[in-house]
């Protein structure tokens, strides 16, 4: 029944949900200028009416829920533009550190001191025998390689001071999810559908904002109101009251994630600005400073060093000081001891193709290896283009092949061909064998046998020809063997195979000698004439990885599949393998050979196949010792060992003499010549590129940014400053300066090519590095200040919405203070209906 009770109610309601009302904007007014806080509005509803007979009476107002002024949408879209400016941001710092790596101030840019030591050289062309000039040369060195040096340290010392920023960034990242997961707790445990927890909401937002300062992150909100936040690539980070960490390890950032078992299980994910904020930011500059990487600025001024080291070192090792050696020599650059993984590919496996990305080696991914019918049990093309494709990646491996070839079945000898002789030559060495045509069986008119016979006579020629106690001595060495094809080991039931015994010797094999009529009793043999290299069709199916500077770290993916089809699989290929893991750990421990010739820096110079090089002997009054140079092949070369034994070997055979006039042997992995007390030595002509690449009579040493300088032999003696040639009758003319012309011809040549890169001259190459550098930096900036334009209009609108007006606040609070007055008017009319009534009675 409505009456005065009623009216007193209907104002009590009033009162109460109107001081409500006020405590919500006094709560808004005293947040004015809180980051992060979400305007709140008290929302005001009707009770519900009584029922009488004239219609239904209000029981006047109460205050339903609290609410805030939230655009989902606008803050969703400035969790993401927060994400990006703190990326681009970091970026832009970090380019600022780079590009004072790359400074060009006239007196240390590296295009004018390159300048200069070309000119150095020009000087000394004009005045060779100047030990003034030929020290200003030196110095000029020394001052470009201290450029390098300094730029390499702070390209490092960039490189350390982002690693400390990712390692303090990953461990906020760490806090911050944690704080999430305890909020997303708070929330969810303490709201019901009309209470909800605003400010302790806005407070989860204003901690997603800084983690997405950190990295990009996808969120949404579940039924009980916690969020799932991701990461951009989906890794998830925070689910209800869990929370995920992530790691910055060993260069890679990693997601952690723990089973009930407490056992932590690491996954690297995205690895540079994609995965956002600043962490992406400072990844995206790391990965262009970290060694190892040809694309990136340190590698590419790694291959600038790289390059003029091996310019200048090859054309300055066929040249020749003022005067001879007269002392001991030794290599400037070691011939590493090698870590060598060989291994046979699946022939059944042969036709599968790997695509590109599903293997990587030293984390540098590998391109298509393509598949390939296999030829008579062995994977020949897919080898081939194994090869090729870690070759491409510059993984820090050599990929190399072993040469093979096989001819076609022999066929069988008739009768009246017993008794004669076939003659062919394997690498130089006469092969001739008798045909028994009329002793057996089995004789030759029996295939297997007469293949057999054959390749016995091959094997004992090269025996033969191999033995040491030859005088003269044969070299080079010939590392070759022939065996009988059976159908699964390269040839045809009954065919010959020639291979190399060395695994990843590539040098080539040459069949000469014989008879191309096919009514000839040598074209039987099932052989052709020719020159065989290791290609797609000339190889033994195996893939041999070469590393003298690292392990090698093969990465398949999370099972065997795709090191199975190399031949890598299975768990028994190295001493800490397991089978089914996708991974393979091969270090020097479980196979190396020493002083490989693939353990120099520039190995892959060497020419092997028919290279050579000269050196002549003199006399201690300067007198030719010999008439001619001694020439040293380097054909089929394998180790630091074969060369040292090919030049002595090639002086006593030229001398007559029983021990080498200068004597070669190694130490610490070097190359060392000794002259005896009677004896002078020089270099000529060398096609091999070995003297470059061991450092012999070479200006630079190193084959870095960091590793670059003066060759000891140079810096030690000016004297060793390789301006002139040894004429072709063995003269030296302290005056000649036809050497030094050419090295000034370097600066000029539009084809030096480039790890990682093509051909350019060596200025056009560091300006191409300079001007990228400067176009990233310029771009990041630009970006940079776009998004803080975008970022401020997106805040404004934001605000618009859920910011606090005080302007609003106070006409608000106005209203409610009325309102609140006016329901106190009502509580006192209703206090006098009831006095009026109490003093009818």
């Known amino acids: 029944m ?3 009770s009623q009216i007193l109610n209907t104002a009590k309601e009033a009162l109460l949900a109107h001081q409500q009302a006020v405590s919500v904007v006094g709560h808004n007014i005293a947040n004015v200028d809180t980051p992060g806080y979400t305007r709140q509005t008290l929302t005001l509803t009707p009770n519900l009416p009584t029922p009488e007979g004239a219609g239904f009476f209000g029981n006047g107002v109460r205050g339903m829920e609290i609410n805030r002024h939230y655009d989902q949408f606008m803050v969703k879209r400035l969790i993401g533009q927060n994400s990006t400016l703190s990326n681009l941001e970091a970026q832009q710092q970090s380019m600022r550190l780079v590009e004072t790596s790359f400074n060009e101030v006239p007196g240390m840019a590296v295009n004018e001191l390159m300048s200069e030591f070309w000119a150095s ?3 000394l062309a004009s005045y060779p025998e100047n030990l003034s000039t030929r020290d200003s040369t030196v110095q000029q060195a020394e001052i470009l390689i201290d450029q390098f040096h300094n730029m390499n340290t702070e390209l490092a010392q960039t490189r350390y001071d982002i690693d400390v920023s990712l390692s303090s960034a990953v461990n906020d990242v760490n806090a911050l999810t944690k704080q999430l997961a305890k909020l997303n707790d708070q929330i969810s445990s303490s709201e019901t559908d009309l209470n909800k927890q605003n400010d302790l909401r806005d407070q989860r937002d204003i901690v997603l904002k800084e983690l997405s300062q950190y990295v990009d992150v996808n969120y949404f909100e579940t039924g009980t109101g916690a969020y799932t936040i991701l990461m951009g690539d989906g890794h998830t980070l925070v689910e209800s009251n869990e929370a995920w960490q992530i790691d910055w390890q060993d260069d890679k950032l990693q997601w952690i994630s723990t089973n009930a078992k407490g056992t932590q299980t690491k996954t690297a994910i995205a690895t540079g600005a994609e995965v956002g904020g600043s962490i992406g930011g400072w990844m995206e500059i790391f990965n262009q400073v970290k060694p190892g990487v040809a694309e990136n600025y340190l590698g590419r001024l790694d ?49 599968e193709t790997i695509p590109a990305g599903s293997l990587t080696i030293n984390d540098r991914g590998i391109g298509k290896i393509e598949g390939g019918t296999a030829s008579y049990g062995q994977a020949k093309t897919k080898a081939y283009s194994a090869a090729q494709a870690i070759n491409d990646a510059i993984a820090g491996v050599q990929a190399r092949l072993t040469t093979q070839v096989a001819g076609d079945a022999v066929t069988a000898m008739a009768a009246g061909e017993d008794g004669t002789v076939i003659s062919l030559q394997v690498n130089g060495i006469d092969v001739n064998y008798t045909v028994d045509a009329t002793s057996g069986p089995p004789d030759d008119t029996d295939p297997a046998t007469l293949a057999a016979n054959v390749v016995s006579a091959i094997n004992q020629a090269i025996q033969d020809y191999n033995d040491p106690t030859n005088v003269p001595e044969n070299i080079p060495k010939i590392t070759i063997e022939a065996l009988v094809g059976d159908g699964t080991n390269g040839g045809a039931v009954n065919a010959i195979i020639l291979r190399n015994t060395n695994a990843g010797d590539e040098s080539r094999i040459i069949i000469d000698g014989l008879d191309t009529d096919p009514l000839s009793t040598e074209f039987k043999l099932g052989l052709t004439s020719g020159t065989y290299v290791a290609d797609a069709t000339h190889n033994t199916g195996e893939l041999s990885l070469f590393s003298h500077k690292s392990q090698i770290d093969i990465n398949g993916g999370t099972d065997d599949r795709y090191l199975d089809q190399l031949g890598l699989g299975g768990g028994n290929v190295s001493s800490t393998d397991e089978a089914g893991d996708g991974q393979l ?87 060392v010549l000794t002259p005896d007390s009677d004896h002078q030595f020089a270099f000529g002509g060398d096609t091999s590129n070995f003297l470059a690449t061991a450092g012999l009579n070479s200006f630079f040493t190193g084959s870095s940014a960091d590793s670059i300088g003066v060759n000891d032999a140079i810096s030690q003696n000016m004297d060793n400053i390789a301006a002139g040639t040894v004429s072709a009758n063995g003269q030296i003319f302290r005056g000649d300066q036809s050497n030094a012309l050419l090295i000034t011809n370097i600066q000029r040549n539009e084809y030096v090519r480039f790890t990682g890169s093509g051909s350019d001259t060596l200025d056009g190459f560091y300006n191409t590095l300079v001007g990228d550098i400067g176009i990233k930096g310029r771009t990041v900036t630009r970006d940079y200040d776009y998004n803080v334009l975008i970022t401020d209009q997106m805040s404004a609108m934001k605000d618009a919405t859920s910011g606090v007006s005080l302007d609003e606040e106070m006409a608000d609070l106005i209203r409610f203070q009325q309102a609140y007055s006016a329901a106190a008017k009502l509580i006192t009319s209703s206090d006098e209906m009831m006095q009026t009534l109490l003093q009818a009675v």
């Open 585 to 671: 750990t091969f270090d020097s421990t479980d196979n190396q050979v020493l002083f490989s010739m693939m353990g120099y820096d520039y190995s892959d110079e060497l020419q092997t196949d028919g290279g050579s090089f000269n050196i002549w002997i003199y006399n201690t009054d300067d007198t030719l010792a010999l008439p001619q140079p001694v020439e040293v092949s380097l054909e089929r070369a394998f180790t630091l060992q074969d060369v040292a034994d090919s030049i002595n070997i090639s002086i006593i055979n030229a001398s007559g003499q029983a021990t080498p006039w200068v004597a070669a042997t190694i130490q610490d992995n070097k190359l």
């Open 121 to 123: 050289w020009q000087t």
């Open 2 to 4: 409505v009456g005065i």
């Open 303 to 351: 291959a600038l060093a790289n390059a003029l080291i091996r310019e200048v070192n090859q054309q300055h090792s066929q040249g020749v000081g003022m005067t001879s050696f007269s002392e001991q020599l030794t290599s400037a650059d070691p011939a590493a001891n090698t870590t060598l993984l060989t291994s046979t590919l699946d022939p059944t496996l042969s036709t």
